[in-house]
C-alpha cells in the first residue's frame, strides 16, 4: 500500500506478479514436456506436448541427408541431434531434439538413421 500511495501505477506489480506465477507453473510443469518424434516412410514430424509457443515441424524423408551430434551451445552440457536436409536452395542444418546425454543422443541418431536407411558418415559439424 505503501508503493500504491507514493504514485508508483498498479500494472507494475500486476506484470511483475503474472512473470513470477509463469515462471513458477514452468518451473513446476517441466517434468511434464515431451517430445514427440513420428517417422513412417513419407514423414519425419517433431511434436512438442505442451506446445509453450513451440511449433511442431514436419519434414520430407527423402530430403533428409545426414544426422549428427553436437555439444548445446548454450554449455549446459546437453546434447543437440541436427539434421542435414536437401533442399531446393541447397542443404540446411535443422535441430532437431535436445537430450541431457551423450547415449541417448547416440541411440537416437541410430534408430532414425536405421529406420530412414541413411548411411552413417562423419559432418564437419558435428562435435561428438
Do not use: C
Not at 546425454?101 to 558418415?121: D, V
Amino acid at each position: 500500500m505503501l508503493h500504491f500511495a507514493k504514485g508508483i501505477p498498479i500494472y507494475y506489480p500486476i506484470i511483475f506478479t503474472l512473470g513470477a506465477l509463469y515462471f513458477i507453473y514452468r518451473a513446476l510443469n517441466y517434468s511434464k514436456n515431451k517430445t514427440y518424434i513420428d517417422i513412417n516412410d513419407r514423414a519425419l514430424s517433431i511434436k512438442y506436448r505442451p506446445k509453450n509457443f513451440k511449433k511442431d515441424k514436419t519434414f520430407d524423408a527423402v530430403e533428409i541427408d545426414q544426422l549428427y551430434i553436437r555439444h548445446a551451445v548454450d554449455g549446459s552440457g546437453h546434447y543437440s541431434i541436427y539434421m542435414i536436409i536437401n533442399g531446393l536452395k541447397g542443404q540446411k542444418h535443422e535441430k532437431l531434439i535436445n537430450v541431457n546425454t551423450l547415449s541417448k543422443a547416440k541411440y537416437l541418431e541410430q534408430e532414425i538413421e536405421g529406420y530412414l536407411k541413411i548411411e552413417h558418415r562423419k559432418v564437419p559439424e558435428a562435435t561428438v
